[in-house]
Nanobody, 119 residues
Framework: QVQLVESGGGLVEPGGSLRLSCAAS????????MGWYRQAPGKQRELVAA???????NYADSVKDRFTISRDNAKNTMYLQMNALKPEDTAVYYC?????????????WGQGTQVTVSS
């Protein structure tokens, strides 16, 4: 079993910054992809950014050049630095972990943390 614990969400004004953290514990396989998803009320959950164990990244077009994803493999911890935040970034942000070397894909999810961007 894998447990994902998120922190760093909160309320910020437009143009502000937040840094989210996600710490993984339990039976974490070292070769994996971790990512951040978000879901706003009435909308589908969408991928924000993802990062592999080796540091390869990809971003949603809506956050490219504003958000930066990173990870510390020794701590099994992932981060999301969010800058130039916009009201449309308001959502519940979820941490995701997907072991890479499995026959059947399986996703682990955090509980979600609220990010609100408002003046």
């Amino acid at each position: 079993q894998v447990q994902l614990v998120e922190s760093g969400g909160g309320l910020v004004e437009p143009g502000g910054s937040l840094r989210l953290s996600c710490a993984a514990s339990g039976s974490v396989f070292s070769i994996n992809t971790m990512g951040w998803y978000r879901q706003a009320p009435g909308k589908q959950r969408e991928l924000v950014a993802a990062i592999t164990s080796r540091g390869n990244t990809n971003y949603a077009d809506s956050v490219k050049d504003r958000f930066t994803i990173s990870r510390d493999n020794a701590k099994n911890t992932m981060y999301l630095q969010m800058n130039a935040l916009k009201p449309e970034d308001t959502a519940v942000y979820y941490c995701n972990l997907r072991p890479s070397l499995t026959t059947i894909p399986y996703d682990y999810w955090g509980q979600g943390t609220q990010v609100t961007v408002s003046s």
